[in-house]
């Protein structure tokens, strides 16, 4: 008779699942207060430190010694609203319309910055690939409420379309883009191109996306505290946006994504999540809801990535494989 062994322990019902250990090296090394969440309290604080810390490169910086073309546009807004500033870059010397990848900021709709994002865009994409990049200055919230920040990065969006031959761009091979807060956002304004007959892109690339105001998903109890954006700040940032809808039965699809009842004629969406992270669940069911509308969608589960991984540990090797992952769906959709 072999001898008895002892049962593996049950984990805990919603245990969360492991981090990466590259990861999880990478987030230790960061200390507790990259985790601390963000409250309405500390809101404020939060947006201060964030707009004197996060680097903003000057267009000099940007230009990196002439390989890049880059321009800051004062575009007009919504109907009533300001005008919206537009950081358009592309490689230096290159002739003929290009593609354009329209890129909204993350940030979680209250912090975050349309400069900061560009040096690794241009470096990883738009050399690469040819490609002219649109980084957009929504405005953050709660100093400007939905559909403030959705407009505006419609308003941009239109106005580029529209002045395409004079921006060098083909307005027939556009992807809008964007991660966290900006994937939330990239999803919103493909929803609204398409319900008001706007420019028509040609995919969405949405990271780590924001889309469910709601905030009560699996993920979202199961990383409670260990995710670097947990459902503590996510509620936060929701509330900051939607003020008094925040949780409203009637909100519209595009101030929340995961709203939207009819997810048909949609761009091809690339849908990236770690499975680590708080926003998984509503990634994974907007990827299940373009499939049943009919749509194309290609979903990437990042096995024990946390939310913005890639940022936090831009070498390890899980990062390396996101962003290969992302070029080459770039890549097929521009070509």
């Known amino acids: 008779m072999a001898p008895a ?19 999880k090296a990478a987030l230790a090394s960061l200390g507790d207060g990259v985790r601390e969440p963000v409250t309405p309290e500390n809101l404020a604080a939060l947006q201060e430190r964030d707009a004197a810390a996060r680097p903003r490169p000057t267009l ?6 002439g390989r890049f073309e880059v321009d800051e546009l004062r575009v007009p807004g919504a109907p009533g609203g300001p005008d919206v500033t537009l950081v358009s870059a592309r490689p230096a010397g290159l002739t003929g319309p290009l593609p354009l990848l329209y890129y909204l900021h993350g ?18 994409w738009a050399l690469p690939l040819e490609l002219a990049v649109i980084s957009v200055e929504y405005r953050l919230a709660p100093q400007t409420r939905y559909p403030g920040p959705v407009e505006d990065c419609y308003a941009g969006l239109t106005w580029a379309v529209a002045h395409a031959a004079d921006l060098g761009i083909d307005a027939d091979c556009l992807v809008i883009g964007g991660k966290s807060a900006g994937g939330g956002l990239a999803a919103a304004l493909a929803l ?22 709601r905030n009560n ?6 990383l409670a505290g260990l995710d670097v954006w947990d459902r503590t700040s996510n509620a936060t940032a929701w509330q ?61 589960v990042w096995p024990g990535a946390f939310h913005g991984f890639d940022t936090f540990a831009p070498h390890a090797s899980l990062s390396q494989d996101a962003r290969n992952a992302r070029f080459r769906w770039l890549r097929r959709v521009l070509t």
Do not use: K
């Not at 062994?5 to 990861?23: K, Q, S, V, Y």
């Not at 008001?196 to 892109?201: F, I, L, M, T, V």
């Not at 519209?252 to 009842?261: E, F, G, H, K």
């Open 107 to 124: 940030g979680g709709m209250i912090t975050g910055n349309a400069w900061s994002v560009l040096p690794r865009l241009l470096r990883e």
């Open 60 to 65: 000099r910086e940007l230009r990196a010694d």
């Open 5 to 23: 062994t002892n049962p593996a322990p049950t984990p805990p019902r919603d245990a969360p699942p492991p981090f990466d250990p590259e990861l």
């Open 217 to 222: 998903t699996f993920s979202g109890h199961q």
């Open 192 to 213: 609204l191109a398409r319900d008001r007959g706007g420019p028509a892109p040609i995919g969405q690339l949405l990271l780590c996306p924001m889309l469910d105001d």
């Open 240 to 300: 900051a946006l939607l003020g008094d809808r925040y949780g409203a039965p009637d909100l519209p699809p595009y101030a929340a994504p995961a709203r939207a009842t009819d997810l048909s004629g949609l761009p091809p969406a690339y849908i990236e999540v770690g499975s680590a992270e708080t926003l998984r669940d509503e990634g994974v069911a907007y990827a299940n809801a373009i499939w049943r509308a009919g749509g194309q969608a290609e979903l990437h």
